[in-house]
Nanobody
Framework: QVQLVESGGGSVQAGGSLRLSCAAS?????MGWFRQVPGKEREGVAS???????SYADSVKGRFTISKDNAKNTLYLQMNSLKHEDTAMYYC?????????????????WGQGTQVTVSS
């Protein structure tokens, strides 16, 4: 069982930046970030594979950067140029090769989430 613990959420004004972190208790092949607003479906944000290849949802491309430190088993999400619509609970997820931002069902491990609030 892999434990995931997110941190770094908070409140920021539109145009600002935040950096999320996700500490994993063990190595996992793929990791990703997802977000959810109450009353809406969870959506994928970005993911990184074992060989550190990254991919992003169109809504965050060019503004968010996902990275992973394999030595520390830690995942990061640098969020710049934040918009009000980025407000959500952000979740870290991990799993095997199928775990990507567009395939959350293949992510077997999930963190508890960290809230990001962007005021306009």
């Amino acid at each position: 069982q892999v434990q995931l613990v997110e941190s770094g959420g908070g409140s920021v004004q539109a145009g600002g930046s935040l950096r999320l972190s996700c500490a994993a208790s063990a190595y996992t092949v793929n990791m990703g970030w997802f977000r959810q607003v109450p009353g809406k479906e969870r959506e994928g944000v970005a993911s990184v594979t074992r060989d550190l290849s990254t991919s992003y949802a169109d809504s965050v491309k060019g503004r968010f950067t996902i990275s992973k430190d394999n030595a520390k088993n830690t995942l990061y999400l640098q969020m710049n140029s934040l918009k009000h619509e980025d407000t959500a609970m952000y979740y870290c997820a991990a799993g095997e090769y199928g775990c990507t931002w567009w395939r959350s069902s293949s992510c077997g491990y999930w963190g508890q989430g960290t809230q990001v609030t962007v005021s306009s």
